[in-house]
């Protein structure tokens, strides 16, 4: 576009504007119009707003004569020779920004190729501008005005402190779980402590008893011994007195029947006084110190340990093919590094690397699935309930295939393979059923005789091991435990609306609290439990890597990413 036909503020230019400069400003013709640049037009000054101290370009001068009749107008003849210098020293002075490597200058200059501000020892030194496109910043800063730059500037801006808030949010989340656990923490080990020290208390009373009783029985042999020595020393005094009577008296006949008589009751009192000698009535007893239990309580975590729990990273499982949000609703592993999904929200099962943190295979389903168990490292079970059957699929290679399906009679959702068995849970009605693998049911789980009520509500995980079977029921809120007769052995039920189920090979339990948000921790007797991560949001799905001692977390609300699994780690603290 042509000087002429460009328009500053309603106005033509000039045919030619730097015919108008006097002759006598030759270094006039590097001053443009500052309005005019603040657009992005060089027009060349024709005047001086000594009220702005604006360079005006003759259109503009013209313009700013009529809107602003109090300001003070020069036009080029009427400048004095300084002061353009003294304008362009006027701006220097707004310059306030030390150089980031030279901190006694002020920046002032900006570099176009190395994207940098600049002072004039920078200039020189480092962006000659022989080889730098170097600019005054004067000269091009009227461009950052209204600019895309200064947009994107400041969407990206507020795009960090939105995420400075929701790290700060979360770190004060974090902070209140954190306390919250140093109190709990203490609080269970003063609970713990208590409970030792009341069964001490216990074992002390017994003790005390066991002892009581030998004193008892010391007692009473001592009373009795007492009264028999008596009795002998008592009779003897007697005879002894009764001798010396009849002595003095002369009775011979009488002395001679008495010392008969006194003989036998010598013979019969040295008798009876030779059984007390062995006092095998009489027991001592002292008290022998359980020295096993001396020394486990020197040894470290002689009360328990401390175990903590870590987020540890997030690993995205959408794909290019998922249309809609990921559900994950089943997952187990197929090996130390690779565990299979089921995505109820997209239809499909993936395949998930470990190492690579990523989805290395997805298939798509005709029907939503629920639950997956793996059978050996290349095949895996779904259930998909819609179809009330369930899928066989192959994983040989990295890839998923469909094999065998296998219908049920009902909606069957959580599934678990253990003993070349499968035990499967149905909904509507709540029932937990014993499969063969080709499908036979072998057994069912019900209520014993007499029980009122149904033994299932919403059943919808299961997991099992060679000794029990475990039902996590959502409806119950509670994790029940069965022998593989089907009888029913135990019961967790400090739980919420619980959901998905793993199990460790001791016997612990790691159970979704859905309704509370948390992981449960379930002791292998069943009797005790707490939370070991909390603040989780609506957790579906958990499973526990024994060999990583991390278990990865699906969960099922949209405040969380879900489109993706959380891991955490358990760390024993010495």
């Given at each position: 576009?042509?000087?002429?036909?460009?328009?500053?503020?309603?106005?033509?230019?000039?045919?030619?504007?730097?015919?108008?400069?006097?002759?006598?400003?030759?270094?006039?013709?590097?001053?443009?119009?500052?309005?005019?640049?603040?657009i992005?037009?060089?027009?060349?000054?024709?005047?001086?707003?000594?009220?702005?101290?604006?360079?005006?370009?003759?259109?503009?001068?013209?313009?700013?004569?009529?809107?602003?009749?109090?300001?003070?107008?020069?036009?080029?003849?009427?400048?004095p020779?300084?002061?353009?210098?003294?304008?362009?020293?006027?701006?220097?002075?707004?310059?306030?920004?030390?150089?980031?490597?030279?901190?006694?200058?002020?920046?002032?200059?900006?570099?176009?190729?190395?994207?940098?501000?600049?002072?004039?020892?920078?200039?020189?030194?480092?962006?000659?501008?022989?080889?730098?496109?170097?600019?005054?910043?004067?000269?091009?800063?009227?461009?950052?005005?209204?600019?895309?730059?200064?947009?994107?500037?400041?969407?990206?801006?507020?795009?960090?402190?939105?995420?400075?808030?929701?790290?700060?949010?979360?770190?004060?989340?974090?902070?209140?779980?954190?306390?919250?656990?140093?109190?709990?923490?203490?609080?269970?080990?003063?609970?713990?402590?208590?409970?030792?020290?009341?069964?001490?208390?216990?074992?002390?009373?017994?003790?005390?008893?066991?002892?009581?009783?030998?004193?008892?029985?010391?007692?009473?042999?001592?009373?009795?011994?007492?009264?028999i020595?008596?009795?002998?020393?008592?009779?003897?005094?007697?005879?002894?007195?009764?001798?010396?009577?009849?002595?003095?008296?002369?009775?011979?006949?009488?002395?001679?029947?008495?010392?008969?008589?006194?003989?036998?009751?010598?013979?019969?009192?040295?008798?009876?006084?030779?059984?007390?000698?062995?006092?095998?009535?009489?027991?001592?007893?002292?008290?022998?110190?359980?020295?096993?239990?001396?020394?486990?309580?020197?040894?470290?975590?002689?009360?328990?340990?401390?175990?903590s729990?870590?987020?540890?990273?997030?690993?995205?499982?959408?794909?290019?093919?998922?249309?809609?949000?990921?559900?994950?609703?089943?997952?187990?592993?197929?090996?130390?590094?690779?565990?299979?999904?089921?995505?109820?929200?997209?239809?499909?099962?993936?395949?998930?690397?470990?190492?690579?943190?990523?989805?290395?295979?997805?298939?798509?389903?005709?029907?939503?699935?629920?639950?997956?168990?793996?059978?050996?490292?290349?095949?895996?079970?779904?259930?998909?309930?819609?179809?009330?059957?369930?899928?066989?699929?192959?994983?040989?290679?990295?890839?998923?295939?469909?094999?065998?399906?296998?219908?049920?009679?009902?909606?069957?959702?959580?599934?678990?393979h253990?003993?070349?068995?499968?035990?499967?849970?149905?909904?509507?009605?709540?029932?937990?059923?014993?499969?063969?693998m080709?499908?036979?049911?072998?057994?069912?789980?019900?209520?014993?005789f007499g029980?009122?009520?149904?033994?299932?509500?919403?059943?919808?995980?299961?997991?099992?091991n060679?000794?029990?079977?475990?039902?996590?029921?959502?409806?119950k809120?509670?994790?029940?435990r069965?022998?593989?007769?089907?009888?029913?052995?135990?019961?967790?039920?400090?739980?919420?609306?619980?959901?998905?189920?793993?199990?460790?090979?001791?016997?612990?339990?790691?159970?979704?609290?859905?309704g509370?948000?948390?992981?449960?921790?379930?002791?292998?007797?069943?009797?005790?439990?707490?939370?070991?991560?909390?603040?989780?949001?609506?957790?579906?799905?958990?499973?526990?890597?024994?060999?990583?001692?991390?278990?990865?977390?699906?969960?099922?609300?949209?405040?969380?990413?879900?489109?993706?699994?959380?891991?955490?780690?358990?760390?024993?603290?010495?």
């Amino acid at each position: 576009m042509s000087t002429k036909s460009m328009a500053v503020h309603g106005r033509n230019l000039p045919d030619k504007p730097f015919s108008n400069l006097s002759k006598n400003h030759d270094d006039d013709s590097n001053i443009f119009c500052n309005p005019c640049e603040q657009i992005g037009i060089k027009a060349p000054g024709f005047g001086i707003c000594m009220s702005c101290k604006e360079h005006l370009c003759e259109p503009c001068f013209d313009s700013h004569k009529k809107r602003s009749r109090f300001h003070m107008l020069l036009d080029k003849f009427s400048i004095p020779k300084t002061f353009h210098a003294q304008l362009k020293q006027t701006k220097d002075d707004e310059f306030t920004t030390p150089c980031f490597t030279h901190k006694k200058e002020k920046i002032k200059f900006y570099c176009h190729d190395h994207d940098e501000l600049l002072c004039s020892v920078c200039t020189t030194l480092d962006h000659p501008r022989n080889s730098c496109k170097v600019n005054y910043i004067p000269d091009v800063s009227g461009q950052s005005l209204n600019s895309k730059n200064l947009v994107e500037i400041l969407e990206a801006m507020d795009e960090v402190i939105e995420k400075c808030k929701d790290i700060s949010s979360d770190v004060k989340k974090k902070t209140n779980i954190s306390n919250e656990a140093l109190t709990d923490v203490l609080t269970e080990i003063k609970v713990f402590r208590l409970k030792i020290n009341q069964r001490l208390d216990e074992i002390e009373r017994e003790a005390e008893k066991k002892m009581q009783v030998i004193k008892l029985k010391n007692d009473s042999n001592l009373k009795r011994m007492e009264i028999i020595c008596n009795n002998v020393k008592m009779k003897l005094t007697e005879s002894v007195d009764l001798l010396k009577q009849l002595n003095d008296s002369k009775q011979a006949d009488k002395l001679f029947v008495e010392l008969k008589t006194a003989g036998k009751l010598v013979k019969d009192s040295k008798k009876t006084l030779l059984q007390f000698r062995s006092h095998k009535d009489i027991r001592e007893y002292h008290f022998q110190p359980n020295q096993e239990l001396l020394d486990s309580i020197q040894k470290e975590n002689a009360i328990g340990k401390i175990t903590s729990v870590f987020h540890q990273e997030t690993i995205d499982i959408k794909t290019s093919q998922d249309k809609y949000k990921c559900w994950v609703t089943g997952m187990s592993f197929l090996t130390h590094s690779k565990f299979i999904l089921a995505d109820s929200g997209n239809v499909s099962i993936k395949l998930v690397d470990l190492v690579s943190n990523s989805t290395i295979h997805h298939l798509k389903l005709e029907t939503a699935p629920w639950d997956v168990t793996c059978v050996t490292s290349e095949q895996a079970i779904f259930t998909l309930p819609n179809e009330k059957s369930i899928q066989f699929v192959s994983t040989s290679s990295n890839k998923l295939s469909l094999k065998q399906k296998l219908k049920v009679d009902g909606e069957c959702y959580g599934i678990s393979h253990c003993q070349d068995k499968l035990i499967v849970t149905f909904c509507y009605p709540g029932r937990v059923k014993i499969l063969n693998m080709k499908g036979k049911i072998l057994s069912e789980m019900k209520a014993r005789f007499g029980h009122i009520g149904h033994i299932f509500n919403l059943p919808f995980y299961v997991t099992s091991n060679s000794q029990n079977i475990f039902v996590s029921d959502a409806g119950k809120q509670s994790v029940l435990r069965f022998n593989w007769n089907g009888e029913k052995t135990g019961s967790y039920n400090d739980l919420g609306s619980c959901r998905g189920l793993s199990l460790s090979p001791d016997g612990a339990l790691f159970v979704c609290n859905h309704g509370s948000d948390d992981i449960h921790h379930v002791s292998p007797d069943f009797k005790s439990g707490l939370a070991i991560v909390k603040s989780l949001e609506m957790p579906i799905v958990v499973c526990w890597s024994e060999t990583s001692r991390t278990f990865y977390v699906s969960n099922d609300s949209t405040k969380h990413n879900l489109n993706s699994i959380q891991s955490f780690k358990m760390v024993e603290t010495s």
